[in-house]
């Protein structure tokens, strides 16, 4: 309201419609690299879940008659699969629209607002019915975190942009007896790009939480001890740009807990780019009070004893670009 007051009503909504029209026209000539002076580009990519659902994409990119201000690009997820209902991967199709606008605003080389504006010269394509645009009463809670990753990925490699990084959050949820219950998500690899190495344990794309400090954690749930949280040294994929390395994170139960976890990227590896190797699969285990390992599924709900540990071994990033011996 004081902005209004101050440079009435027509220019503060003049200034928005600006704001939008800069993202826009940015997004345009982020999109006119990909053409190298032809009248288009056409790229598809596909990858897995770990059950073997499969996210694919088809990108299409027109210059029209006087780029870049008639760049347009068509997003086409054809072939993507079929709705879950025994499981809750499904993305609501508010959340694919998030992930394709989150990879065009990070291929614009300027510093933009993000906005709607960004998204009108894309014409986003997703089937009904599918995970990525689910029909009610499908369960939708998983895709936020875990589907809407894989999206990202699917895009950057139909740009042929970036390696697959860990493609999960890796999702661990426990709840010692007498405590209070503590949800988490547990950073990876980042995929390479040209001229640029991936990063080692971060959180990647789609996510913006950060990990809980170890006195942080022992203070307020005292029934757990943090034994190992530590990189991942050689999960990154090789490449002439080597993947990022994924973590090592051992939390050691004093208290029997429920725990849960809910990860991906446990039976396919995030892709290498140009010729770059994958990034290494992550891995669930259970330590046992005697010192030997059982290893978990990529969804898991268990009751643990006193003395046991989880592990989570998170994915690395894949590499880029075929490494000169």
Do not use: W
């Amino acid at each position: 309201h004081r902005i209004i007051s101050r440079y009435n009503l027509d220019i503060v909504m003049q200034y928005m419609q600006f704001i939008q029209d800069n993202a826009e026209l940015s997004i345009r000539k982020a999109l006119c690299r990909f053409l190298e002076n032809k009248s288009s580009f056409c790229s598809s990519f596909k990858d897995f879940l770990d059950d073997g659902t499969p996210i694919e994409v088809t990108v299409l990119i027109y210059a029209g008659t006087s780029p870049p201000d008639t760049v347009s690009v068509q997003i086409d997820f054809n072939g993507t699969g079929e709705q879950h209902r025994d499981d809750n991967l499904n993305a609501p199709l508010s959340v694919t629209r998030s992930a394709v606008m989150y990879m065009l605003r990070a291929i614009v080389n300027e510093e933009i607002p993000l906005n709607s504006g960004c998204l009108k010269p894309v014409d986003i394509i997703v089937p009904r019915g599918t995970i990525l645009n689910p029909e009610y009463p499908a369960p939708v809670a998983t895709g936020n975190v875990e589907t809407s990753q894989r999206v990202v990925d699917v895009l950057l490699g139909a740009f042929g942009i970036a390696a697959a990084s860990q493609g999960t959050m890796n999702n661990l949820l426990f709840e010692t007896e007498g405590g209070t219950p503590y949800y988490e998500t547990i950073g990876g690899g980042s995929g390479a790009l040209d001229g640029c190495e991936g990063a080692s344990g971060v959180q990647v794309h789609m996510t913006n939480t950060r990990m809980t400090d170890p006195e942080i954690l022992e203070i307020r749930h005292p029934g757990v001890r943090l034994e190992k949280f530590t990189l991942r040294k050689g999960s990154g994929g090789e490449g002439i740009f080597r993947g990022g390395d994924g973590i090592v994170r051992e939390i050691k139960f004093l208290k029997p807990a429920d725990v849960s976890i809910l990860s991906e990227r446990r039976a396919y590896p995030p892709y290498g780019m140009k010729g770059g190797k994958p990034g290494k699969c992550g891995e669930n285990l259970l330590r046992k009070s005697d010192g030997s390992t059982v290893p978990l599924r990529h969804r898991e709900s268990l009751r643990i004893n006193a003395g046991e540990s989880i592990i989570i071994k998170t994915p690395g990033g894949g590499g880029y670009g075929t490494k000169k011996r």
